[in-house]
């Protein structure tokens, strides 16, 4: 027996936005394998820090709950977002 495979429909623009807006979920006609998040991508870079420093840091991560990695992030978010309101 042959098993029949199930095609998605193909759907118009118009069809999704009204899907949408029904608030149906959507996740079953999208093709997330190939997905991309422009401007997103990970770039990994090395920096040497002082002991001191990463004892600082290690410090206040802990008190965070979060990692050097993720508190390392978060500080440098901070001052590049201060960076552009100066700019603004």
């Known amino acids: 027996m042959k098993k029949k495979s199930k095609k998605k429909a193909v759907l118009t623009a118009e069809e999704i936005d ?6 149906v979920d959507l996740s079953e006609y999208v093709d ?13 870079v090395n920096v040497d820090f ?4 990463i004892d600082r840091m ?10 050097r990695q ?15 309101k100066k700019i603004a």
Not at 18 to 23: F, I, L, Y
Not at 32 to 44: A, D, N, Q, W
Not at 58 to 67: S, V, Y
Not at 70 to 84: F, M, Q, T
């Open 50 to 53: 002082p002991q001191w420093m």
């Open 70 to 84: 993720s508190i390392i992030k978060v500080w440098i978010a901070d001052r590049i977002a201060g960076l552009e």
């Open 18 to 23: 009204a899907m949408h807006d029904a608030g």
């Open 32 to 44: 997330l394998s190939s997905s991309r998040r422009p401007g997103r991508e990970i770039h990994r």
């Open 58 to 67: 290690d410090n206040e991560a802990k008190r965070l709950g979060i990692t």
